[in-house]
Structure formats: structure tokens, C-alpha cells
């Protein structure tokens, strides 16, 4: 098969290290442009001031030697043709760990809801740390005129360790509060009416609005002022969980693209959530509920090269294995590079014993291929699972500022551990599709737009939505007629069984648990039995019938649990089979694999489709085996060597059968044609 369609930019694989200023520079800044040259790292991120060896916001003259030793190395770099950027580690600061300002820095630092005070950690709106802060982040792009300047995701509001989580309420804050809502409230009456519990009130919004606000503002002096000194430097951005940043009012594309200035050039390095070693399947559960979710706020060319947070690295914290199939596992992301945190921050430069290096090298061939297929993240197919960087604004407060993290985000996490290809998507307006309405997110639509999106669509819900449409008087969208929270184990409930008539896996009256694992159960009754099909019964431990279980309508199913977290119950095969097949009969352009854990991702490039597939499990599986409605004629898979080879496949209906082996934790990806395309 012919390839014609033009190569992307070489897929950049960014080395993050930090250099200590001892009598062992040119020893560790020798073996590191080694050890770029042999395992063919790009970039290097160079850290100054970072971890073990920060000292607070570092005076220009206690710089000076970081300085100096930066230079030395991006100079040997260079000469071999890596790409130096440089990070700071912190801006506000993360946390104070027993830090203190110097003599001359009067900064006005973060306080928490209780008036506790950090002693190093800056407020965003101290004026005094932002002139310190110009004027030293100026000093290093001036000296070491970096490709790109790292701003660190210290730069937010909240999780800053020495406070109590969320927000800045110094008095220049409650000042600011108080001008805008023209209100003469304390700090205790803020706190009390933004995270009061029930309905969003406004000085929430407020609250929201000013945080949102604050952090722009404060990134556009940085980015105009840095770009005084270089025009054409590039400043990237780290990011942690959405539901977080949801919480300060971040607007992903407006706060990148402040940061890029002139340039246009957007750079996210988005979180990998496994600081430790875990299962693939519960890390894999995260990625989507966070790296996939904050992807998907940021426009197709942002460029996103995520980070694998190794932090003290060691083989027993996490293996080579296991970082290998963060890397792999990231390919869904539409990847420019990756960015690792393989070696600690202590001194001892890149330690070639622990392996990491020897799998980023034997990837980069597969990342390269994949990258060359110039997808676009935008092109995703699937389950619309909706998702609002407002949803802070929208959600209803219980138990304090902690319950204001959204779990409308792990909605995603659930859809790819089922099996299902899906797309998370910040519009409200669907037609024909199939749209996950799960959790907290019911609380992004308007009634009207409820309305709308149940008469054009297809629509999983679950117990939890489907209790709050029938609080704000939608229920009988479903045909609820009443309907009862039960909280897990709190009455004899005991299981679910298939009714007459629905198989699984060939048998009758398939089982699975109603214990605390499957979540609160919401117990319904509708007011027509004949306008929805039952299909499922629950049942207490002497067998008596208890409630309806899942129940499809003409254009929904419900789940009648609480899904706003993860619960493994949830993943039993007669749950998940009875989603899968409402999937399957109502969405179109989808694929969907024979088991959980293996999560298909499907990009729609026009005139072809690309298709990664990730198994999560630790099983290797022979064959590849999968439901979809796509229609193809030849299948390419991208070998992990980067080439390009024709696969053999049987298809019956819309059940194909990929004879291709697919390893635990490891992925595959192939380009699916029509017989009329040659080109890949």
C-alpha cells in the first residue's frame, strides 16, 4: 500500500531533570547528552530550584550558580541537537514545607477559609510577588534563552498543602469579593454563602467569576512581559484533574491561549494520574476521567505532550512495564510528544539501570507512525459523554468546597472500561446520537435543553440523573411515575437477575450483586409498564421481588444506581452487557470490544477511519474481537516498529474478529479503508 499523505513533526520525547550545583556537574551533564544520544530524547526540561533542593522564591543572586550550570548543559545539548527548555518549579509556590520568605520579600501569601496563612506560598494578586516574580522569570528566559518556558500546575487556587483545601481568602481577596458584590461581608460570611450547602448562590458565582479572572490576568503579564525579552518564546502549561480546575473557574483554551501570546503556540503538559504503580485497568479508569477530560477542553492544535509522574523514581514504586503502557496508553490523548519524570530530582542524573529509557526508545518508532496519521483529537466517534468546565457553577453543594468536584468527569472512565468507544463533548445540542447522562452532569443542561435532548437522542441515565430530572419535574421523560433513594445495604435488597427472555452469555436469569459494591439503588415506579421493557428485576436475600433494575425506554435506558463514582459493581458482565447492546442498536460510527478493560477509541478521518484499541488487562488476547458499524474493506495495523502492514479479519454482521494478538497492558492501532482508498 502506497503512503502519501505528508509526515507530521518528529514526535518529541522531553527528558524533565533537575541539575545540582556540586563538584559533579560535568560528570552528570556528560552522561545525560549520552544518554540523549543513545535513547533519543529530543528535549530536555531542566529544573531549577525544584523539590529537595528548593529554597522558597529564590533570590536572583542564589540563582546565579543554577544559572551557570543550566547554561553548561543546554550548550552540550545543543551541540547534539536537543532541544532545551526550561522549568522553574513553582510560580505561587505548592506548598510551603517549612519554607519562608526572605528579609526582602514582602508577599502577601495564600490564607485558607479558616484565615490560616501559608508562609511561602504567594497570593496571585500580591503585587509585590509579581514584580519578584517578572523580574526573575525574565532573568532566566534573558540567561538562558529557553525554547520553552514551563509554568508549573502550582498555578491555581487550590491544593496547596499547607492550607485547607480550596481558594485564597486573604484580606486583599475578601476586599475584591466584597467590591464586586458591593458588600461589606468578612472572611466567615464569604465562606459561608459561597459554600453553603444546596443551589449555587451567587456569591459562589462570584467566587468563580474572580478566581477564573485573577489567573488570566495574571498569566497575561507574565506572558507579555516575558515576551518583552523574546517575541518568540514559547510558554507551556502543566495541568492537573479537571474537576479541580473546574473549581477556580478555568477556561482551558482562554488561559492557553493568554499564555501563547502572538506565538499561537498552545503547549498542555496534561497529567498522567499514576504517581505508583497500579492495575492498568484502575489507572486506565483515571486517564480517561482526567488526562481525556482536560484534552478535551484544549483545541486540536494545542500541543500536548503529557507527563509521567514518576516523582522518587524506583523499579518497586513503578516499573519500566508499567511506564511503558502509561506511554502507550496516552496515544488516545493525539499526542506531539511526551514529557518524563523518570529520574528524581536529587542529583544523580539519569540512572540507565532502571530501564526506563530502553522502553521510551523501543516506542518511539510505534508514537512516531501514529503521530504521522495526523489525527485529529476533534474526530473521536463514540458515546457523547458531556462534560462543562462551568459545571462548578451548575452543581448543587453538599458537605463543603470539597463536594464542588464534579463527578460527571469519570463518566468517560466508565464508557472506555466497559469497552465502549466514546467522546467527551462540551456542547448541549445533540441529533441522533447516543449521550451518556450520567452523574453530575445532568446538572450542565437547562430543563429546555433536557427537554431537547431526550426528544432527538438516545440517552443512558442513571438512577442519580434520572432522581434530579424528576426533582425539577422531567421524570416523566422516563415514565417515573415515583421514585425512592435506597442507600447500599441499607435494606434487604440483595441482587439483580435478567428477566425472562434476556441472555447473557447464553444463560437465563443472570445474576449480579446489589451490595454496597453496585452503588445506592434508586427504586422506581413507572406510570405506564407498557411504554418501557423491563430487563432486569432486583430482588431481596429470600428471593422476594424489590424494585425494577434497568429499564429501556423508546430512547433511553436507565441504570437505576448512583454512578457518580466508581463502583466495580457496575462492571458486572450483566450490567455491562445490557449497556453495550443499547449502545450497539442505537449509536452510530462506534466500536465497541468483547471485554472490559480493552478500550477502543475511534477517530473519523473522512475518508478512513483509525482505530486504537488499549488493553488494560493483564491477559494477552489471540485475536482481536469487536462490534462496530463500521464498513471496511482492508485493515492496517501500525506495528509498534512503525511500519504499516496489511491484517487479516473475519467479519459476521457487525462482529469482526481482528487476527491480531494483543498484549496485556499494551495497545494496537489500525487505519480501517475502503477498497476505492489507496493511500494510508
Keep these: 500500500m502506497r503512503t502519501a499523505k505528508p509526515k507530521n513533526k518528529k514526535f518529541r520525547q522531553c527528558l524533565r531533570l533537575q541539575i545540582i550545583c556540586d563538584d559533579r556537574v560535568d560528570e552528570i551533564i556528560g552522561e545525560l547528552t549520552k544518554h540523549c544520544k543513545k535513547y533519543g530524547f529530543t528535549d530536555v526540561m531542566l529544573m531549577i530550584n525544584a523539590e529537595e533542593f528548593n529554597v522558597g522564591h529564590i533570590e536572583i543572586e542564589k540563582a546565579v550558580p543554577w544559572v551557570e550550570t543550566l547554561n553548561k548543559a543546554k550548550r552540550e545539548l545543543e551541540k547534539i541537537g536537543v532541544v532545551v527548555s526550561v522549568n522553574n518549579w513553582m510560580e505561587m509556590g505548592h506548598l510551603d514545607r517549612q519554607r519562608k520568605l526572605s528579609s526582602t520579600q514582602h508577599f502577601t501569601t495564600m490564607v485558607d477559609k479558616n484565615g490560616k496563612k501559608c508562609s511561602v506560598v504567594a497570593c496571585p494578586l500580591s503585587l509585590e510577588w509579581r514584580k519578584y516574580y517578572i523580574g526573575y522569570a525574565s532573568y532566566l528566559v534573558r540567561e538562558l534563552s529557553p525554547d520553552v518556558f514551563w509554568i508549573e500546575d502550582d498555578f491555581r487556587y487550590h491544593n496547596h498543602g499547607d492550607l485547607e483545601w480550596g481558594g485564597c481568602f486573604c484580606d486583599e481577596h475578601i476586599a475584591s469579593f466584597n467590591k464586586i458584590a458591593k458588600k461589606n461581608y468578612s472572611r466567615e460570611e464569604w465562606v459561608e454563602k459561597i459554600f453553603k450547602d444546596g443551589e449555587p448562590t451567587e456569591e459562589r458565582k462570584i467566587w468563580l467569576d474572580f478566581s477564573r479572572k485573577s489567573l488570566t490576568d495574571t498569566a497575561k503579564i507574565i506572558s507579555e512581559s516575558l515576551r518583552e525579552i523574546n517575541p518568540d518564546l514559547k510558554i507551556g502549561l502543566m495541568s492537573s484533574s479537571p474537576d479541580m480546575h473546574a473549581m477556580e473557574g478555568r477556561r482551558w483554551d482562554e488561559l492557553l491561549s493568554v499564555f501563547a501570546g502572538d506565538t499561537n503556540v498552545k503547549i498542555n503538559r496534561i497529567h498522567l494520574p499514576c504517581y505508583y504503580e497500579t492495575t492498568g485497568k484502575d489507572y486506565f479508569f483515571d486517564f480517561n476521567a482526567i488526562s481525556m477530560a482536560v484534552r478535551a477542553f484544549c483545541t486540536d492544535d494545542t500541543v500536548v505532550m503529557p507527563e509521567t509522574e514518576n516523582g522518587s523514581a524506583n523499579f518497586y514504586r513503578k516499573s519500566p512495564e508499567m511506564m511503558r503502557f502509561q506511554i502507550e496508553s496516552s496515544i488516545p490523548l493525539v499526542l506531539s510528544g511526551m514529557t518524563y519524570s523518570i529520574y528524581d530530582f536529587v542529583g544523580n542524573g539519569v540512572v540507565e539501570n532502571l530501564g526506563y529509557a530502553r522502553e521510551i526508545k523501543k516506542l518511539t518508532p510505534y508514537l512516531q507512525a501514529v503521530t504521522d496519521l495526523g489525527i485529529k483529537f476533534s474526530s473521536l466517534t463514540g458515546v457523547i459523554v458531556p462534560i462543562d468546565e462551568k459545571c462548578a457553577y451548575n ?286
Design 395 to 680: 452543581t448543587p453543594l453538599s458537605g463543603g468546597i470539597r463536594g464542588l468536584a464534579s463527578n460527571e468527569f469519570k463518566v468517560g472512565g466508565y464508557m472506555s472500561a466497559q469497552g465502549v468507544s466514546y467522546r467527551y463533548d462540551t456542547k448541549k445540542k445533540y441529533d441522533g446520537e447516543t449521550v451518556a447522562l450520567i452523574g453530575d452532569s445532568v446538572y450542565d443542561f437547562t430543563d429546555d435543553e433536557i427537554i431537547r435532548l431526550f426528544a432527538r437522542n438516545s440517552v443512558i441515565v442513571d438512577g442519580y440523573a434520572a432522581s434530579v430530572l424528576t426533582e425539577r419535574g422531567l421524570g416523566k421523560i422516563l415514565n417515573i411515575e415515583k421514585i425512592e433513594f435506597i442507600k447500599a445495604e441499607s435494606t434487604p435488597l440483595s441482587y439483580e437477575e435478567a428477566e425472562k427472555g434476556v441472555k447473557i452469555y447464553g444463560k437465563d436469569r443472570f445474576r449480579a450483586s446489589c451490595r454496597e459494591n453496585a452503588g445506592d439503588y434508586y427504586k422506581i415506579e413507572y406510570s405506564d409498564e407498557n411504554l418501557i421493557k423491563r430487563l432486569t428485576a432486583t430482588y431481596d436475600y429470600e428471593t422476594n421481588f424489590f424494585g425494577n433494575g434497568i429499564t429501556e425506554g423508546k430512547n433511553f435506558l436507565l441504570i437505576p444506581f448512583d454512578m457518580r463514582n466508581r463502583r466495580y459493581g457496575q462492571f458486572s458482565e450483566l450490567r455491562r452487557k445490557l449497556l453495550i447492546d443499547f449502545i450497539g442498536k442505537h449509536t452510530e460510527k462506534y466500536v465497541i470490544a468483547d471485554c472490559a478493560g480493552v478500550s477502543p477509541y475511534l477517530y473519523d478521518r473522512g475518508e478512513d477511519f483509525v482505530l486504537t484499541v488499549v488493553n488494560a488487562n493483564m491477559d494477552n488476547f489471540a485475536t482481536l474481537k469487536i462490534k462496530t458499524d463500521i464498513v471496511f474493506s482492508d485493515l492496517y495495523e501500525i506495528t509498534k516498529g512503525g511500519a504499516t502492514k496489511k491484517r487479516d479479519f473475519k467479519k459476521n454482521g457487525n462482529e469482526v474478529e481482528i487476527k491480531t494478538p494483543i498484549k496485556g497492558m499494551s495497545t494496537v492501532t489500525f487505519v480501517m479503508k475502503s477498497r476505492q482508498e489507496e493511500t494510508l
